[in-house]
């Protein structure tokens, strides 16, 4: 059988026992050197082994395979043995690479370095992404980001090099756009410590959002676990054209699904109609699916793909994906487990919001809904970017409408923000004008990182509690997210009708319909936007911003001061002790949403999250109290006095109580943050008892040791009272697929037990006996 591999240095075509070697192309830009130096030496695309074990499971199951099965499938690390059901077994993933950003990495090394590993097992890397507020624009932003996390930046910095991990400096960009210009290509398996890792899935690549703990998994070389995930099919049809976007189709997607229904699924994209889009255009897509619950998205490789492939220097990948191309489509005749067809030739342009990512409306309608629903019209901010929306045909779209309004003598009525994905493009579009005229027309270019889109923000003009609208090309709408104003009616949408209503100023403007006037008093409409795909000039790359590990770390040190309250070095968390856990107290029944943002906020937050102990004190604080409705105020039933949730968990935890939370459906989705998880069993949490659970979150919790648990009853959620104990028993014979019971004991003396259901393997049991995954890799060392 043929084997094809594509290293740094050359394509090698083995054939058979003899083989012949084709060297990078000596006519290659001096950008696609660059971005091929940026693979680490033992990085590989391995087409043939892919191939191979895609043969293997197709005969197996003897039916026709999606795509994302060929790629989940074809990296199997036993496709021989392996157990297959979607749904319901385990696999064991031999993923291509890991990426991380900084927010997520801190936590990420720290417990690499615990493992006593000395070096990473594949390639990986840190982004620098999360840390840089914006305040002032990007130059300013990113050098205060440089002066105020300088200790984060060189632990990272120094952990990479030690490792192995290659190190993106701060002002490079977003890990997302750093992903799809780099390391993402068809058939790649990577797993990111940011939940909107999907976003590779526009450049035919299975990346999939993880905490912490799993990417240390990955790096320390063993089988990485994914509940073998369900498919759902969106059937696209049509071509978009005018003021429809890629954007819509997920906003589209979102509103049928909602912020669940995608859960446990991998949501797959096939069609006529995927031609019609580019190849950033379907990583948008791809990208926002983490909005409705999705393990990943993935679109089949074409020639968008190909062409993008070839502009970012990787045009040898592109030669051996087109070998492969069966590989890299789904099989004729292959099933869904659900269906959703969309025409884009009669999609519209959609905004959903507010508050949640999934409550979609046309831009047509909007203004009435909002009237209707006491929305306020008025659009104080519009901010395009992020790693959403921020490439270069992003960039060009909302350009044209602008040139548009300076052309008529205007600007925006609503502040403006312009948010690069990475250096490439900040440079690119500096190059070309567009940020020139996105500055003329009133927009303010912040540096290449996500800023606003994770509440990065140092909003001014407005006080906390004031009612207001800002509208976004992001993809994550929560309450306060963006600015911590609870009050902020957030609503995502595309890049051209942020710029449009930034323009217009106004939450009600439609622009297929709507008249803005010229300073001199003429009435016009805009016109459609309109942009390049790719640049014709080819992309100009801008600064040097990444740094490549040594062939050998062993010598160097990475220094973590026992006074920093930035980073704190893990202690291993306790062992199970053998028995049931008995009348642990209720530290919050959480009522409605609860999302990672309301477990463990973002924003300011940010700078602790390399110290566990610091960043436990935000555990909870958003989360709404059924008890009382209120925030972050609960009792604590040792003293009767009420107190911060953080606050309340440290008292029982030192006074040796063991602690529950009871939450409602969807508990932890949004984020990858593997802090959610790591706080509540830092202050002494030994169980998450729930309606049902995020994917990530549930798999972060098993993790660290704790038991995510789902009534087996919904309506039993309803039993448990905040003054009530509950022992979990049954854990001597803790099995999968056996449920638990729960005993619960009100405070009037009465009692009554309900029945838990789990999803833990084997393998997870051992998770949570041995106190922690990461506790669990060291007894096997």
């Not at 009133?442 to 800002?470: F, H, M, S, Y």
């Not at 104003?485 to 100023?505: K, L, R, Y």
């Not at 906020?601 to 960043?615: E, M, T, V, Y």
């Not at 169980?687 to 789902?710: D, W």
Request: aromatic share 6%; glycine share 10%.
């Amino acid at each position: 059988m043929a084997s094809y591999c594509l290293t740094v240095t050359r394509l090698r075509l083995v054939l058979g026992s003899g083989a012949r070697r084709f060297h990078v192309c000596s006519a290659f830009s001096a950008k696609a050197k660059v971005a091929m130096s940026r693979f680490e030496p033992n990085s590989t695309v391995n087409y043939g082994k892919m191939h191979e074990n895609i043969n293997i499971v197709r005969q197996r199951l003897g039916r026709p395979l999606t795509l994302s099965e060929k790629i989940v499938y074809g990296h199997l690390d036993d496709p021989v043995g392996q157990d297959i059901a979607r749904g319901r077994t385990y696999l064991r993933l031999r993923p291509d690479r890991v990426a991380m950003q900084d927010a997520t990495a801190q936590m990420a090394m720290l417990q690499f370095i615990s493992s006593g590993l000395p070096r990473v097992a594949v390639p990986s890397t840190i982004h620098c992404d999360h840390l840089i507020e914006a305040q002032i624009g990007g130059v300013e932003d990113l050098q205060r980001a440089k002066e105020v996390n300088e200790e984060v930046y060189n632990f990272l910095s120094s952990a990479g090099a030690k490792y192995g991990v290659g190190f993106w400096k701060p002002g490079s960009g977003i890990i997302h756009q750093i992903i799809l210009e780099n390391y993402a290509y068809p058939g790649v398996m990577l797993i990111g410590t940011d939940s909107h890792t999907p976003n590779g899935g526009g450049l035919g690549s299975i990346c999939i959002g993880v905490g912490g703990a799993d990417a240390v998994d990955v790096m320390a070389g063993i089988p990485w676990e994914l509940k073998c995930p369900n498919v759902i099919g969106v059937k696209l049809t049509g071509s978009l054209s005018g003021w429809t976007s890629p954007k819509d189709v997920i906003l589209k997607v979102a509103g049928i699904l909602t912020v669940k229904g995608g859960t446990g699924a991998i949501v797959e994209y096939h069609g006529p109609g995927v031609d019609s889009i580019s190849c950033t255009g379907m990583a948008t897509i791809c990208n926002m699916g983490a909005e409705i619950g999705a393990t990943t998205s993935v679109f089949p490789y074409n020639h968008r793909m190909k062409t993008y492939m070839e502009k970012t220097g990787r045009g040898e990948i592109a030669v051996l994906a087109d070998q492969f191309k069966e590989d890299l489509v789904p099989d004729n005749g292959c099933e869904y487990d659900q269906v959703i067809e969309i025409n884009l030739s009669e999609l519209k342009p959609h905004i959903n919001g507010p508050f949640t990512p999934d409550l979609a409306h046309p831009v047509s309608e909007i203004g009435a809904t909002a009237k209707k629903s006491g929305w306020p019209l008025e659009v104080k901010v519009g901010l395009i970017g992020s790693c959403t929306n921020s490439s270069y045909e992003d960039m060009g779209r909302a350009a044209s409408l602008a040139k548009q309004a300076l052309d008529k003598g205007l600007k925006c009525k609503a502040q403006f923000t312009v948010t690069p994905g990475s250096e490439q493009i900040r440079a690119t579009i500096e190059r070309d004008g567009y940020s020139k005229i996105l500055r003329d027309v009133g927009g303010v270019v912040l540096a290449n990182a996500c800023g606003p889109c994770i509440g990065q923000w140092d909003r001014k003009d407005v006080k906390k509690g004031e009612k207001n609208t800002i509208v976004t090309s992001y993809n994550r709408n929560f309450t306060a997210r963006n600015d911590a104003n609870p009050a902020t009616h957030a609503f995502v949408t595309s890049p051209e009708i942020v710029t449009a209503m930034a323009i217009a100023g106004t939450l009600d403007f439609n622009p297929e319909t709507d008249y803005l006037t010229a300073a001199n008093g003429e009435k016009f409409m805009l016109e459609p936007p309109t942009g390049d795909e790719l640049p014709s000039k080819d992309f100009d790359p801008g600064q040097d911003t990444y740094q490549h590990p040594p062939a050998d770390g062993a010598a160097l040190t990475v220094i973590v001061s026992p006074s920093s309250n930035r980073l704190q070095l893990l202690e291993p968390f306790d062992r199970w002790h053998g028995k049931d856990m008995e009348e642990m107290r209720v530290l919050i029944k959480v009522k409605g949403k609860c999302t990672t943002d309301h477990i463990s906020a973002a924003g300011p937050w940010l700078k602790f999250r390399g110290h566990l102990d610091n960043i436990s004190n935000n555990m909870l604080i958003g989360a709404v109290n059924i008890d009382n409705e209120a925030i972050n105020k609960v009792k604590n039933l040792l003293t009767g006095e009420f107190g911060g949730v953080p606050d309340v968990a440290r008292h029982y935890k030192a006074n040796g109580v063991n602690w529950v939370v009871v939450g409602d459906d969807n508990y932890g989705e949004g984020s990858s943050r593997e802090h959610a998880a790591l706080e509540p069993r830092h202050l002494g949490g030994r169980a998450i008892i729930v309606k049902s659970f995020a994917r990530i979150h549930e798999t972060n919790l098993k993790k660290q040791g704790l038991l995510p648990l789902t009534f087996a009853d919904p309506k039993d959620y309803d039993k448990i009272r905040p003054d009530d104990k509950i022992s979990i028993t049954g854990l001597k014979t803790f099995a999968p697929g056996k449920p638990v019971t729960a005993v619960i004991k009100h405070s009037n003396g009465s009692q009554e037990s309900i029945t838990l259901n789990h999803t833990f393997n084997k393998n997870q049991i051992e998770w949570f006996q041995a106190g922690s995954a990461l506790n669990r890799m060291k007894e096997l060392q």
